[in-house]
């Protein structure tokens, strides 16, 4: 397989077609710990409790982890995450070429791939499942298909056509060059399903869910449990569990216990609290990886007071960064120096934090004119989100840190729906906010977050509201690229022009935790926050939890 | 009798829409639009138009009540904004569950909280009456929420006899008929199945049965304490007949009624409690079924269930009122001259 792509491969490269641009040479995805420890055993059920049921078991249709968590091991997707990371590797695609304009992407399709249902996996899937998401009179678009509409910008956004060019590939038409298209295909929302069982169930298709991954449904009883089992024919190979049991246990003390006393074999949804005594636990092993989010501080920089760099310079300086986050997130958080996580790719590793030094806090105040501090709104969020559980707590330590300079905090939270409306309207002075991407590009964070195109009051996603000639300059040139190398660089500069300006103080990047009980083998977690299990395999298959 | 039972069924239906107009009111009322909540951080002005316009969170208020009742008239009671399932569905998954653990719990609570009673009052001043009057008394205090955690601690951590949470292990394979698994596998000869779930209800059965037991218990003491000092009493005793039987055929009958309406009104509060104990031991049912609902913003579930816990509440009323006569012969039901 892999020479007969690298051939492929090599061949479009030589022949020096000069309209293609071949981005990738495919590999056949990693095998996780395979190549390293002991061989993986096959056979066993794996229980795998989670904090709550899966809402529908439709991927284009839903938006929440616990949803995706259990698609993810039923349908593939044309490209994928390579396990542990945001690159992007073939999947139900073999290898793919982009125009040299980037309108148009054109994926060969694997052959001999087929749905659980026996149905042959063909361009004709793909394009339903597609067309499905983008075309508002299809139909099987019955829903709000709300992911299509974030990532590519409405029905049909930025994707005008998905075209069947022959049974093996498919091309995809674009209004205008989107440098993370890739990586969006990757997203559990892009899943390709069976056309058949679409035309079969209708409207019950989310009770029914048919996609070629490596499981296939046995039952799904709500709030109960989902039962997958092992699909044998996997074009990557088969999944070591014969049998994956999803249960949803709503107590995150409850779901430990059970995992304690090994009526489950892992788990996420874990209390910070609870961290210590897992790792004391030998029969338990503790899981992190930092996520794909930030938490931060906005200055809106619209108001005179923030206008002036050197204040907000000045308050970078007054934050201890890191007893913040050690003090309120402990192993559930790690520092942030720039508005991008280090698990994507184009994260600057060279950036110089602000010291924490109240003393030069104070002289860039009295430069810029305020030797005796000011006073100010800091708005904190009331509802825990995945980057911050307690922004209450974090604005308390902010305003103590901040009074230390002279600077007189008053701390002020609205219900959460009215506070993402007032801050888009660009009511405060500052606030708490945070991010989670999804599709691993820069471009999700730096462009929607601090470009001036997202600075429009009412809709802004920018809530510092900076608008900065150079950094939109930098951020539209790396949308209009396509491949990483050419893009990393202007990423780096971007966030050099941000911490320059610091329009933000980056918060924190909050980690994810897992734990398993010891014989549970492959087991990762994932940047996207996707749990896959298809390369997880049981040390003692025929043992209990 | 029937005229009275027909007379309360009427009644119902003021009751079952106000409770509409309150649960309507109060969600309305509840700060917060549901499309910039569910969509979070991505709410972009278009797509919290798009979805209030589909929720049809853009119409008055009163158009919007009187469209839900209109349809609520035909016997719909919507589809949930989550699954898009309809929402009587969803009731009809989720009720046996939850009915199953309440009337197990509910037995539980009668059986121990009588004997409790008639144990207390039987030897008043006793070490048995003060053991009965702490323990009641602990048990009303106690939250039902650190109670389930802590059987769950004793029974399924430390001694590994019961499961910690759920209906049935995740390997049963019991086929599902009524929902009410204790029946199902009954009815499907599934003895294994049987056990299976009787070892599932017993935790959340005795957390939840614990507030119901103590209030039966209290009220048969002080109902057969009044009883035992009748003068019929005197004369079953001067009979001859023995303590037991004074006990119970004479003196505990008489003590029904006012345990029988204590009954009634704990089965109301146990359904409550079921909200709590559904979220700790992952028990699938409405309670559970609630607070996600609640969470998710999805109206037209919440006030399903809310309808339907109304409902039961009431119907557990009406049916408390009629056992009544069963107890006591001298009441009878006659609708109140006009």
């Known amino acids: 397989m892999r020479t007969f792509v690298l051939t492929l491969a090599t061949i479009l490269v030589l022949t020096g077609s000069f309209l293609v641009l071949p981005v990738h040479l495919p590999a056949v995805p990693r095998t996780g710990e395979a190549v390293a420890g002991p061989a993986p055993l096959t056979g066993g059920t794996l229980i795998y409790g989670k904090p709550k049921d899966a809402v529908k078991l439709d991927p284009h249709n839903v938006t929440d982890g616990e949803s995706f968590d259990v698609t993810r091991q039923i349908f593939d997707t044309l490209v994928q995450f390579r396990e542990g990371t945001t690159e992007v590797e073939p999947a139900l695609a073999t290898s793919w070429r982009v125009s040299r304009d980037g309108l148009a992407w054109t994926f060969m399709l694997r052959r001999g791939v087929r749905f659980h249902d026996g149905t042959p996996f063909t361009a004709k899937a793909v394009v339903t499942s597609f067309e499905r998401q983008m075309f508002k009179h299809h139909p099987h678009h019955r829903g709000p298909f709300e992911y299509w509409a974030s990532m590519f910008g409405g029905y049909p956004g930025i994707v005008t056509r998905v075209r069947a060019l022959d049974e093996q590939t498919v091309r995809f038409e674009l209004s205008r060059p989107s440098a993370p298209f890739l990586a969006n295909l990757a997203m559990p929302f892009a899943a390709i399903m069976s056309p058949a069982a679409l035309e079969r169930y209708g409207e019950d298709i989310f009770k029914h869910p048919i996609g070629t991954g490596p499981f296939s449904l046995v039952e799904w009883l709500p709030n109960e449990r989902v039962v997958l089992q092992a699909n044998r024919g996997h074009w990557a190979g088969r999944p070591y569990l014969d049998r994956l049991i999803f249960k949803p246990i709503l107590e995150n003390s409850v779901r430990l216990l059970e995992l304690e006393a090994g009526t489950i074999h892992g788990m996420h949804g874990i209390n910070t609290d609870d961290v210590p005594r897992i790792q004391r636990n030998p029969a338990l092993v503790l899981h992190t990886q930092t996520g794909m989010n930030v938490g931060y501080l906005a200055f809106n920089t619209e108001k005179p007071l923030f ?60 430069e810029a004119g305020h030797p005796r501090g000011f006073r100010a709104d800091l708005w904190a969020m009331s509802v825990a989100r995945p980057y911050m559980p307690d922004a209450r707590k974090v604005a308390e330590v902010l305003q103590a840190q901040f009074r230390a300079v002279g600077v007189e905090v008053r701390i002020v939270s609205y219900e959460w729906g009215a506070y993402l409306e007032r801050s888009r309207n660009g009511e405060h002075d500052m606030l708490l906010l945070g991010w989670t991407g999804d599709n691993g590009d820069p471009d999700n964070f730096l462009y929607t977050l601090l470009s001036s195109d997202a600075a429009v009051r009412g809709s802004a996603n920018n809530l510092a509201f900076f608008r900065d000639r150079r950094l939109d300059d930098v951020l539209r040139r790396a949308q209009a690229l396509n491949t990483r190398e050419e893009r990393a660089p202007l990423y780096r500069k971007a966030q050099e022009l941000i911490h320059e300006e610091a329009p933000w103080i980056p918060l924190v990047h909050s980690v994810q935790l897992g734990a398993v009980r010891r014989g549970v083998r492959g087991y990762a977690l994932n940047p996207t926050g996707d749990h896959r299990f298809h390369r997880v395999w049981l040390e003692q298959p025929g043992g209990r939890p | 009798m029937a005229r009275y039972v027909a007379h309360r069924l009427l009644l119902l239906v003021p009751v079952l829409l106000g409770v509409a107009f309150v649960t309507f009111l109060t969600l309305h009322l509840t700060p917060g639009d549901p499309a910039q909540i569910m969509l979070g951080e991505r709410a972009t002005p278009e797509a919290v138009a798009a979805l209030r316009e589909r929720l049809g969170l853009d119409r008055p208020f009163a158009t919007q009540f009187l469209r839900y009742l209109g349809r609520l008239a035909t016997g719909d009671l919507g589809r949930s904004i989550q699954t898009n399932n309809e929402v009587l569905g969803e009731l009809g998954l ?68 019961l499961p910690f949470s759920g209906r049935l292990s995740p390997a049963s394979d019991l086929q599902r008929v009524t929902h009410f698994y204790l029946l199902d596998s009954l009815l499907t000869g599934n003895l294994r199945a049987f056990g299976d779930s ?63 309406t204590i009954t009634g009104l704990q089965f109301g509060t146990l359904l409550g409690g079921a909200v709590l104990t559904e979220s700790i031991f992952a028990w699938p049912g409405l309670g559970r079924l609630t607070v996600d609902a609640i969470f998710a913003r999805d109206y037209p579930l919440v006030q399903g269930c809310l309808l339907l816990f109304a409902l039961t509440f009431v119907l557990l009323n009406l049916l408390t009122d009629l056992l009544y006569v069963r107890a006591d012969p001298r009441i009878r039901y006659r609708p109140e001259p006009a």
Request: proline share 7%.
């Open chain 2, 198 to 260: 009787l070892r599932h209800l017993l935790l959340p059965g005795l957390t939840l049965a614990t507030v119901p037991t103590a209030f039966i218990a209290r009220m048969t003491r002080a109902a057969l304490l009044e009883a035992l000092g009748g003068e019929y009493i005197r004369t079953a005793r001067a009979k001859g007949l023995s303590e037991p039987v004074v006990l119970l055929r004479h003196a505990l009958r008489n003590a029904l009624v006012p345990v029988l």
């Open chain 1, 307 to 366: 206008r002036d760099r050197r204040v907000r310079q000045a308050l970078s300086h007054a934050v201890d960064k890191a007893r913040l986050v050690k003090g309120l997130f402990g192993a559930y958080g790690v520092p942030a120096q720039t508005p991008l996580p280090p698990v994507i790719w184009g994260h600057h590793e060279g950036i110089r934090p602000y010291t924490y030094d109240p003393e030069r806090a104070r002289r860039l105040l009295a």
């Open chain 2, 94 to 161: 989720k009720f046996p569950a939850t009915i199953e653990l309440a009337l197990f719990a509910m037995g539980v609570a009668i059986v121990l909280g009588v004997a409790a009673g008639a144990l207390s009052a039987s030897r008043p001043a006793t070490l048995w009456d003060y053991l009965g009057t702490i323990g009641s008394t602990v048990g009303i205090a106690m939250p039902v929420f650190w109670l389930g955690l802590l059987l769950m601690l004793l029974f399924s951590a430390l001694l590994g006899w």
